[in-house]
Structures are given as structure tokens and as C-alpha cells.
């Protein structure tokens, strides 16, 4: 637990660990694995907002490949901590400390 | 009722939302991993269990790979294929339940040439995959595609069958194998370890030259796809497999099946996208994924450290809209979101195509198309949708050329080469045609061009017809090209002469 303070509420820094697999990496220079910490807030960090950041930060070329919308563009997998992020509650799924994100992309080969 | 701003939204079912407390609905112990179908949620025991029995019962069912069979697995280095190639080593593995009982041997093709990727690139390619495949234990070759260049004009002729057996020999095989050898004696033959062989700059740029002159991405995909499989079947053919796995998985067949019918394949639906394909007569290629959606294929090689490579190809990166198999494919995928049984109902249906059995005998090899080996579609009467589309099409270049200019063929012909008198410049090894001496005409006079239209099915053409021109087919499929023409026009001047059945 954290102590908060009344005035100012703050939120630990998110440290969240993510991978894009199966061709998302050439969207990302080819890196493919990312260590990531992401900026403190108000509230915490969910999978919508962690989107946003990406597409600012890191995605290094053609944005409509890898989001849609709100959300990734179809066909690219979602894994949390190993897990379908629709078992997480996909968009609204808060980040917490060390938490490990995987894309994957089904579009590519076979 | 229907209005501008009527809102449905509350009597739209929701799915059910799912949550990472929820326990797998097979073994209700372990908690949920993965979501596999609309709400099926399954651990990650469960999921192994699943995807592993799910190839062995595919393979199982459809009794068509028999015990000791050398069978061929053609790996693109992508998911699937190594998902694929995984599941060969579990089912062959000693302790496996039912475990399979057929020699793997692994092709892959290296395309880097077609793309534009260095050497340095496809070496690099190469390299990673030798180590997968080596770890595997099972034989494999590496070619490159430019290989193709040099392929006998035999890979385009569809060769005799094996025996039709009867269904009971299926077991019987199975039973003998069992009581000779039981499970000792599948040690693979012989390591062969090809590595990709030197590739001359030149044979490169044929093929670039070949592959650059389909103008559209559909046009060059399709070429692609038809040399590498003309590719696989000579590789499965000269060293002995009488099988080819192929691995196009549930999703991948789904987006086949609309694109093919875009693209004016419906004859050929049954043979492009169901289990087995026996086009080729002696190698019969075999699709085991075709259950599996790309999901689930990506899930498992995350989970279980299935290794795979990531190789570009001609679509990556590209828009939306460049080329039909790419709309299809996006279509299909956006649609899946938000209905997730899209694809297992496409997958559904083509199960139930069949193929047509047209009573042609086996050689009479002018039934078949010369690039796809499937059975000709454009041989039909007056009043079929075939007929409609070239009477449009002869309607739409009138107009076009204005009247006066009646213009049957649009596609690339072959120009009809200025052959000096008495000089017969043949494709076959530079001997006469010995016509010019017996009286006909000499085949390469002004005279004969070669109409590829009429050996090929109707995508085929489509294919060609993008194409700017036909020069820069490989020598294979120009020679069988013109022995069929020639065959033709032989039968054509002594039909009289011919009995015919049932007259």
C-alpha cells in the first residue's frame, strides 16, 4: 500500500515490459522488445492510454498499421501478463507495476 | 421502428465479458488463458491438449497420409508452418499418444530474390532457419526461388496417379506397419543438409524482370504463388515424397476462399482450399492447419516457444487497397472482431465444396491449365457466365477502338518472330519443326503465336492478361505452352480422322 498524500495524489511509476511479435516489430524499427515506464498520473494507466502512448512515442511508421480507432487494428493479438487481453477487459484492463504486454501480429506469414 | 435516431443499443446482446478470474470451461480448475472460439475460455494445459489432438485427429480422420509415407512440409518460416512443423515432432515423438507414423522432410523457398532483399538479408534468413530446422532432426532442403528459372516443362503436366485404394487399406496398412517394425524402426533415412546453394545475379534479375512485369500486386502475388508451388512439387517429385503439407491455417483459407472467388477461381475453390489437393496426380498436397484459426496458431507458438521467422513479403507494409487479397483480407479480419465465428463459417462452407468430376481421362493433359494444373473452366457452352464475360469484353474494346477494329484478344501475345525462309526457330532444342519440308507451315512463322489464353483456366488468364508481356516466362512453361498448341492443332487437322466414342 501506498501512502498518499491528501493534496497531491500520485500514482507509482508503471514500469510495463512490452513485446511485438510476428511482424508488429517492423512497425517499431524492429525492436522487439521494449522496456517501458511509463509517466505518473492521476489515475492509473489502462490499455487505452497505453495505446495512445505508443502511437506518440514509439511507433515509428505508418500509424494505421498497428491502431485502429481506439484500438489495435485487427488481426493483431493482445497478451497480458500471457493472458488474451479479452479475458483482461481488453481497453479498460488498468496497468499495474511490471506488467508484461505482448502484440503479436496474425497478419503475416503462415 | 426504424428511424434516424433510434437507438439499439439496448437491445443488442452484449457477449458475455469475460475475466481473468474466470476458470477454463474444460477442466474448471485453472484459470483462463486464452480465448478460443466466441466465449471459450481454456488454460493453458487444456489449450496444449487441444491444438495437439485437434492435428493428430485431422490428419487421423482423413486417412490419407499412410505409415512410412515420405511426406514433404513446405515451411515459409511463418507461424503457421512452424506451428505445423512442431506439431509433426510432437506426433512423431516416442512417447506421444497415437503417435504419427510418416518420414517429415522440410522444403523451404527462399523468395528474397523475387522481394528485393540483399543476399545478406536472405543469407541471414537462411541461417536462422537451418538452425530450427537442424534441431529438428528431419532432412531439409533450401532452395531459392530462381530455382524455377529451371524446372523442366514435366512439373506442369500432371503425372498418373497412385492406385486408387480401397478404404480398407487404410487400417490394413496401419496394422502391417504395427506388426513389422511397431515403433522402432522410424529413423529417418538419410541427414541430408542442403544449404541454400550460390544464386547468380542474373538468374535474380530474370526473375525480378518476370515478377516486375505483372503490373498489378494481385497479378504478381498470383505468379508468385504459381511458381512456388510449381517449385515444391518438382522438389517433392525428384527426391521421392509422394506428400506435401502444406500450412494454410482456418483464417488464411477463409480470406483464399473470397479472394479466388474475386479473382474468378470458383471452379477451382474445392482444390485451392480444402484438405486434400490432388491437381498434381502423384504428390498429393495436404493442408493439416486448416482447422486452426491464426489465433490460436499464435497463441500456442507464444506460450510454447514455437520458433518462427519473420520474412517480408510482397504485401508488407502496402495499403489496404493494393491488392484484392489484401481488401479481403481486411475485410475479413475487421468483420471477425466483431463476429467472432466469421471465419469458421466461411471455413464451414468450404468444406462442403466439391469438385465437378469431369469423365477426362487423366492424359489428356489439354484439359488442365498450364499454370494451376486445375481442370479448364472455359470450356463450356453458349449460354454460361464464361461466355458473358467475353462477349463484354469484345463489346467493351469495340467501343473503346471504335467500329471497324474488331479486336479479339487484349492479353500479350507472343509476337510472331520474323522467321527467315526455311529457318525453324523453335523452343524445342533448335531442331526443324520439319513441317516447312512436309508442306505445313513452318511453326514459327509469322503465322503461329502462341495463345496462351486458350491453355489456361479463366484467373489464369486474368494473371496474364496483367502481365506486360510474356517474355520473361520461365523456358518450362513456354515450351509445354507451345508442345500443347501444337498438339492441338494436330488434333485439330486430323479430327476427321479420329473415332469418337459413341458415334
New interface residues.
Partial sequence: MHHLDATKPRIIYESVLFFS???A??LFNGVKEHHVTLPSQSEPWDMKQLLVWIQRNLLKE?PE?FLQGDSVR??I?V?IN???W????ELEYQLQDRDNV?F?S????? | MCQVDEEYHDQLERTDVLSASQKCVRCKEASAAVVIRAGDAYCRGCFKEYFIHKFRAMLGKNRIIFPGEKVLLAVSGGPSSCSMLSQVQEGLSQKAHKKLRFFPGIVYIDEGGAIGQSTEERQRTVSELEVVFKATGFPFHILPLEQVLDLPSSVVVMALPPLEQPPSAYKAAVDRFNQTCGSDCLTPPEKQKKSLPDVHESHTQLLQQLIGSAKTLTAREDLLNTLRQHLLVYTARTEGYSKLMLGDNCTRLAIKLLTSISLGRGAQLAQDTGFSDSRYGDIIAVRPMRDYSAKEIAHYNHMFDVPSVLIPSLETKTSEKASIRRLTESFVTKLQTDFPSTVSTIYRTSEKLQTVCRSSSTDDHSDRCLLCLCILDTAVEKASAFQATLISEQVSQTLFLGPGIPRQNSGPERPASAASAGQCRSLSGGEDCGRATSGGSCCSSAKETINLKSLLCYSCQLTIRDMSSVDHLPLYIMSEAQRRQRRSQMRDEISEFLLNDGV
Wanted: zero cysteines; hydrophobic letters at 40%; proline letters at 4%.
Fill in positions: 511479435r510476428g511482424g516489430e517492423l505508418r498499421l485487427p488481426g493479438l497478451l500471457d493472458a488474451d479479452e479475458l483482461m477487459g505482448v503479436i496474425t497478419l503475416h506469414g503462415g
